[in-house]
C-alpha cells in the first residue's frame, strides 16, 4: 500500500536520422536508373535537392553522401548501398526518394517504414530502431524492430518509459549461507518489445501494491483495480514477450468488473483457486488449469464487508477472515464446500457473539493443531484462541478461549508446534494504559530499541517468546525451553436447546442437573459453579469429576460454569456432558 510504481527511460532519437537502401540498379549505361534525394524542412520547404545516375549501388550510395556533406548542418555516412544522413543540430526534417523504376529500386526510412521488406537483411548501423507501422498487416497494430548486428529483431519504441522503478517494488529477503540475511530490490525485466498501445502494461504501474501471491507458475501483484501475472515460469516479467502474436504464457494485466464500488485488499490462495478479497466483495482466479490471456477466469463469489486491517489466512482447505460488526467481530471460514453451496462462508464465531474484540489486527493459523489465534489492537496483552476440530464439511467441535501475557504484544506467528510471540514484558502491577511507548532511533534512522517506560524508567526491550501449542503438562519442556508457565481457564457457553429445523432456541424453562467432564489422566483443575441469580459460587476439584456426575441445580439461563487451572499445570478436556430437565408449560421433556 505504497507509492506507486512507476516507469522509467532515456529519451532516443531514433527518428531524427534518415536511411536511404538503394536496392538495385540499371548496368545498361545507356538506359540507367535515375535516383533523386529531396530534404525538406517539416513545414515543406525544400532545404536541397541531388540527383545520381550511376551504374552501381555502392556508387549511388557514395554520391548521396558526398552531396549531403556539403549541406550546411548535416552529415551522412554510406556503407555499401546504405546512406545514413543525420541533421546535426538535431531538428526533425523530411526526406523524399524516387528512382526512374517507378521508385522500385529504392527504399528510404526515418523512424518508420510500412514493412519489413523495406528493410535490408544485412544492414550495416548496429542498433538501428525502426516502427513498422503495420498497414500491410492484418491487424492495426505497429511494432519495432532493432538491427542487433547480424538480423532485425523484434523491439520496443524506444521513446516510451521501459523500466519499472525497483524502489518501489516488492524487494527480496535472501537467506546468506552464514544464515544472516539480505534485503534488497529485485531486479525487474524491461519493457523489450512494443509500445503502448501494444504492450501489456501491468496495472501496478500508476497504482500501489496492495498483495502479492503465487499462482500457476506465475507471481501475482494486486492493487485496488486489479491484478497483474508474471510470464508464467519468469516471476521479475510482467510484460509480453512479443506483440506479434498472443502467447500462452504471457504476462497478464486485468480489471476486475463489478457492479458496485469495490476496493481490491487481499489475494489468498484456496485449494485451486486464488480468493481475492474486496472489502465489500469477493472474487476466485480459477487455478485448476492453465491460466493463460485468452482463458483467464474471476468471477464473484460472496459479498462479505471485511476487516480491511487483517490479512486473510489460508490454513489447509480454507480461508479465514475477519467480519467487522456492531462493537465486536466475527471469524470466517471459507472453503471449496462452503462456496458451492451457495453459502459463501460460515461464522464460526456465531456461537460466542460479542466475545471476539472488534479491532482485530493480524491472524496467524496453526494447520497442524487446528488453531487460529488473533491479536487484538486494544487487548494488547490478549490473544484470541479458537480450536477446531472436524471435517470441511462438518466441524465436530469448535472452542474459543483467550490466552492473557504479562506483555505489549507486537506480533505473534507460528512455526512448527510453537506460536511466537514478539513483545514487551511489564510489571503486571502496574496498568498498562500507565506505559509510555518510546521509539528509539540512530544516527542513521534505524530503529535500534523498543521500551516500555514509566516514570522515566525503563520496564522493559523487545524479545522473543515461544509457547507450545499442544502441551499442556510437560515439565522438562517447559525447563529446557525456559518457557513460561500459564494459568488457563474455560468458560462454557449458555447451555440451551434449539429446533434443528429452523435453528431458533426452544422456548421454556431447562434446568441443569449433573455434569460430567472427561479429561486426560494428568489434567489437574477446577469446575467452577457460579450461580448469578443467587451470588454464589463453588469449586469442585478435577478429581470429583472422573468417572463422577457432580450435582448442580440451577436454571441454564443463571449459571455459568468454568474449568480453571492456576497452578500452571493446564489440562485437556476429552469431553463435557451435562444432565438437565427441560419443562414446556406443563410437559416436561
Request: glycine content about 6%; aromatic content about 12%; cysteine-free.
Amino acid at each position: 500500500g505504497g507509492s506507486a510504481t512507476q516507469l522509467v527511460s532515456s529519451v532516443s532519437t531514433y527518428d531524427k536520422q534518415a536511411f536511404i537502401w538503394i536496392k538495385q540498379v540499371s548496368v545498361d549505361t545507356a538506359f540507367p536508373y535515375t535516383f533523386t534525394v529531396i530534404l525538406k524542412e517539416s513545414n515543406g520547404t525544400t532545404i536541397s535537392t541531388t540527383t545520381s545516375a550511376s551504374t552501381t549501388a555502392n556508387g549511388v550510395a557514395s554520391a548521396i553522401a558526398t552531396w549531403a556533406n556539403g549541406l550546411a548542418d548535416f552529415t551522412a555516412t554510406s556503407i555499401g548501398s546504405v546512406v545514413k544522413i543525420t541533421r546535426d543540430s538535431g531538428t526533425t526534417f523530411d526526406i523524399v526518394v524516387s528512382d526512374t523504376f517507378g521508385s522500385q529500386a529504392s527504399s528510404v526510412f526515418k523512424g518508420s517504414t510500412d514493412e519489413m521488406a523495406d528493410l535490408p537483411k544485412s544492414f550495416p548501423y548496429k542498433d538501428t530502431i525502426v516502427k513498422i507501422d503495420g498497414v500491410n498487416r492484418t491487424d492495426t497494430n505497429a511494432y519495432w524492430v532493432k538491427y542487433d548486428g547480424n538480423q532485425w529483431v523484434e523491439w520496443r519504441d524506444p521513446n516510451m518509459l521501459s523500466s519499472i522503478d525497483a524502489d518501489s517494488m516488492p524487494h527480496q529477503l535472501t537467506r546468506n549461507s552464514d544464515f544472516t540475511f539480505t534485503l534488497q530490490p529485485v531486479v525487474w525485466e524491461d519493457i523489450m518489445v512494443g509500445d503502448e498501445d501494444s504492450q501489456t502494461i501491468p496495472e501496478f504501474i500508476g497504482n500501489p501494491i496492495r498483495d502479492l501471491f503465487f499462482v500457476g507458475g506465475r507471481f501475482g501483484i494486486l492493487t485496488a483495480n486489479g491484478i497483474s501475472l508474471s510470464e508464467q515460469g519468469e516471476f521479475q516479467n510482467f510484460f509480453r514477450t512479443t506483440v506479434l502474436s498472443l502467447l500462452d504464457d504471457s504476462a497478464i494485466s486485468t480489471y476486475i468488473d463489478s457492479s458496485s464500488s469495490v476496493g481490491l485488499e487481499y489475494a489468498v490462495e484456496l485449494q485451486s483457486s486464488i480468493v481475492i478479497f474486496g472489502d465489500k466483495k469477493q472474487f476466485a482466479l480459477d487455478a485448476s488449469k492453465p491460466i493463460t490471456p485468452s482463458s483467464i477466469s474471476i468471477q464473484p463469489i460472496s459479498g462479505f464487508e471485511i476487516n480491511k486491517n487483517v490479512k486473510p489466512i489460508s490454513s489447509g482447505d480454507s480461508v479465514f477472515f475477519l467480519v467487522s460488526k456492531s462493537g465486536y467481530s466475527s471469524l470466517m471460514e471459507m472453503n471449496k464446500t462452503t462456496i458451492s453451496m451457495n453459502i459463501r462462508a460460515n461464522d464460526v464465531s456465531s456461537h460466542v457473539p460479542n466475545y471476539i474484540s472488534s479491532d482485530i489486527m493480524q491472524i496467524v493459523s496453526s494447520q497442524r493443531d487446528n488453531v487460529v489465534f488473533l491479536r487484538s489492537r486494544s487487548e494488547k496483552d490478549t490473544i484470541y484462541v479458537y480450536k477446531h476440530y472436524g471435517t470441511e464439511t462438518e466441524k465436530m467441535q469448535m472452542a474459543w478461549s483467550k490466552w492473557q501475557f504479562g506483555m505489549n504484544i507486537k506480533s505473534i506467528f507460528v512455526f512448527d508446534k510453537n506460536l511466537y510471540l514478539f513483545g514487551l514484558r511489564y510489571d503486571s502491577a502496574v496498568p498498562l494504559e500507565e506505559f509510555t511507548f518510546v521509539n528509539v532511533w540512530n544516527d542513521s534512522h534505524v530503529w535500534i530499541d523498543e521500551t516500555y517506560w514509566v516514570d522515566g524508567e525503563v520496564l522493559a526491550t523487545p524479545s522473543f517468546e515461544l509457547l507450545d501449542i499442544d502441551s499442556y503438562n510437560n515439565d522438562a519442556l517447559f525447563e529446557d525451553l525456559g518457557m513460561v508457565r500459564y494459568n488457563s481457564s474455560i468458560e462454557l457457553s449458555q447451555w440451551s436447546l434449539s429446533d434443528k429445523n429452523d435453528k431458533k432456541e426452544l422456548r421454556g424453562s431447562l434446568l441443569m442437573k449433573t455434569i460430567q467432564v472427561s479429561s486426560a489422566d494428568d489434567s489437574n483443575f477446577y469446575l467452577v459453579v457460579e450461580d448469578k441469580e443467587r451470588n454464589t459460587s463453588r469449586l469442585i476439584p478435577s478429581v470429583y469429576t472422573v468417572n463422577r456426575k457432580p450435582f448442580i441445580s440451577g436454571n441454564s439461563k443463571n449459571m455459568r460454569l468454568s474449568i480453571v487451572s492456576n497452578d500452571g499445570d493446564g489440562f485437556q478436556i476429552n469431553s463435557i456432558s451435562i444432565e438437565g430437565q427441560y419443562n414446556v408449560r406443563s410437559r416436561r421433556t
